[in-house]
């Protein structure tokens, strides 16, 4: 399986800008034999801005805008939006099917710090679809920070988790090391797909990454704009992968 992600920059607003990006950059991961391409948290608008709820889209309006790119590229799409709800805004990510249908929209559980807390409404369960024969999630962000969600998804079966993020300095080892770490440690594939470069007094620091589910590191950006594309095998050894679930060995300390 072809897994694709866009490392970018903030779009500062312009959702045409955001929408020509994920275009162009979801056609070339569709020739290039990807399954799906992922790309950074409310990459749509940007990240740290005041006008979240005037750019934000309901569901239908966001898949009504990525159908027709995912259906021309060939590959499905995975995007982080601000989106418009009943009870508020909701950080979320998107999937859409190359054919175009919503394969899940995900809500963002683990919101970060006060500033969010106060600008969105946290969701509260996990998004699980099938794509090209793989159990998949999506987390955003935080979300992919907790062990607990990480592992609760392995027990479902999940081989893959796509990850939009906006991740900012000085926290550059969650890329380096937190995530993968939870890849090996769960025995799952993750897509990392960070924003770059600055966004008013943030810093992003890019290292999107794709982690195999034997823990091997198979593709990595540095603090620029890149496309990074790698492939899932089928089947992994079961020698090369965790069985912490499986070995784990509780200690009773009331013994």
């Known amino acids: 399986m072809g897994v694709a992600l866009w490392q970018g920059q903030t779009v500062a607003g312009d959702r045409d800008a955001a929408l020509g990006q994920i275009a162009r950059a979801s056609r070339a991961a569709g020739q290039a034999g990807a399954a799906v391409i992922v790309f950074p948290e409310l990459f749509l608008t940007g990240y740290e801005r005041d006008d979240l709820n005037e750019l ?7 898949a009504d805008r990525l159908a027709p790119l995912a259906r021309e590229a060939g590959c499905a799409i995975c995007v982080g939006y601000p989106e ?15 054919t175009g249908e919503v394969l899940g929209n995900h809500r963002k559980i683990q919101l970060y710090g006060p500033a969010e807390a106060e600008r969105f ?10 794509l090209a024969g793989k ?4 987390l955003i962000c935080y979300d992919v920070e ?34 993968p770490a939870m890849a090996a440690n769960h025995g799952l594939a993750i897509a990392y797909a960070n924003l770059c470069g600055s966004e008013a007094d943030l810093e992003y620091f890019g290292l999107s990454v794709i982690m195999g589910p ?6 990595r950006a540095g603090s620029d704009p890149a496309m990074l594309l790698a492939t899932l095998k089928r089947q992994y050894d079961p020698a090369l992968v965790s069985t912490q679930a499986q070995d784990f060995r509780h200690v009773d300390e009331t013994a």
């Open 56 to 62: 934000a889209l309901s569901v239908e309006d966001m």
């Open 135 to 138: 159990r998949t999630a999506i």
């Open 214 to 219: 034997d823990g091997k590191t198979l593709a």
């Open 84 to 98: 418009r709800a009943a009870d508020g805004l909701r950080n979320s990510a998107i999937c859409v099917s190359s």
């Open 121 to 130: 409404v946290p969701g509260s369960r996990y998004t699980l679809f099938d």
């Open 146 to 179: 907790f062990a607990p969600h990480v592992a609760a998804l392995r027990d479902k079966g999940v081989e893959l988790i796509l990850a939009p993020t906006a991740a900012m300095r000085p926290f550059e080892h969650v890329g380096d090391h937190v995530v």
